[in-house]
């Protein structure tokens, strides 16, 4: 079966502070997806990233980077000099196989960015 | 503009009284998905479809129905609404049709069963 963990359910960090996002996922399939997506107070789910299992490339987006390691099953996320606006819920999530399978996510992080 | 549209975004209801969600999207999408989201469980699939006239049970489906006849178009159905169904409800597409590529959410339906 496959699962997400994200261990940290509240995270508060001071403005311009780097801040890491864990997650940990669990297949036995070589072929999966992550994904990362951002749910704001406004509740919307934005998407950030999309991974496979193939890509062990480390992904920067302006201060978002991304660290997927598949030696220990982990594909955290930093914030780079966090600000107010980065305060949300954010996701982890994961597709396997090559078949149709469900989206799984994590159940979130509560990031909270303190001016 | 690409996007998933959800009607209504709020709504409160009684027990019993059945409702209808509608969910559209634009970009020619041929997987759609319903999710519910509640506190400390996260984003919990209900049902999803991989083209018209197909579709499946996620992991929740108790109690809800769907119907593809359009490939625009996945409504979602309380036939008998009960207060256990008060969650914030989320509509999704995808372009791959085994749901490998990016899902696309629509911005949420707030429901409230009393």
């Known amino acids: 079966a496959q699962k997400v963990t994200q261990a940290q359910t509240e995270i508060s960090v001071v403005e311009k502070e780097d801040v890491t996002l864990d997650c940990v996922y669990e297949?036995?399939?070589?072929?999966?997806?992550l994904f990362w997506y951002k749910q704001p107070p406004s509740g919307e789910l934005v998407f950030l990233i999309r991974?496979?299992?193939?890509?062990?490339q480390n992904e920067i987006s302006g201060r978002y980077s991304w660290n997927f390691q598949k030696s220990t099953s982990s594909f955290n996320f930093t914030i780079t000099a966090s600000q107010v606006v980065d305060s949300a819920v954010y996701f982890c999530?994961?597709?396997?196989?090559?078949?149709?399978?469900?989206?799984?996510f994590g159940k979130g992080t509560r990031l909270s960015v303190i001016a | 503009e690409a996007q998933v549209t959800q009607n209504p975004r709020y709504l409160i209801t009684v027990t019993g009284k059945k409702l209808t969600v509608t969910c559209s999207q634009n970009?020619?999408?041929?997987?759609m998905s319903w999710y519910r989201q509640d506190p400390g469980l996260g984003l919990r699939q209900i049902y999803y479809?991989?083209?018209?006239?197909?579709?499946d049970k996620g992991d929740v489906p108790e109690g809800y129905k769907v119907s593809r006849k359009e490939k625009r178009n996945f409504p979602l159905i309380l036939e008998s609404p009960s207060p256990n169904q008060t969650s914030l409800y989320f509509c999704?597409?995808?372009?791959?049709?085994?749901?490998?590529?990016?899902?696309?959410f629509g911005p949420g339906t707030r429901l409230l069963v009393l």
């Open positions: 999704a597409s995808s372009s791959d049709r085994l749901n490998k590529e990016t899902q696309y």
């Open positions: 991974r496979n299992s193939f890509d062990e």
């Open positions: 970009m020619n999408h041929e997987y």
């Open positions: 479809s991989m083209n018209v006239e197909v579709t």
């Open positions: 297949t036995r399939d070589t072929t999966y997806y």
């Open positions: 999530a994961l597709s396997v196989g090559l078949g149709n399978t469900p989206l799984v």
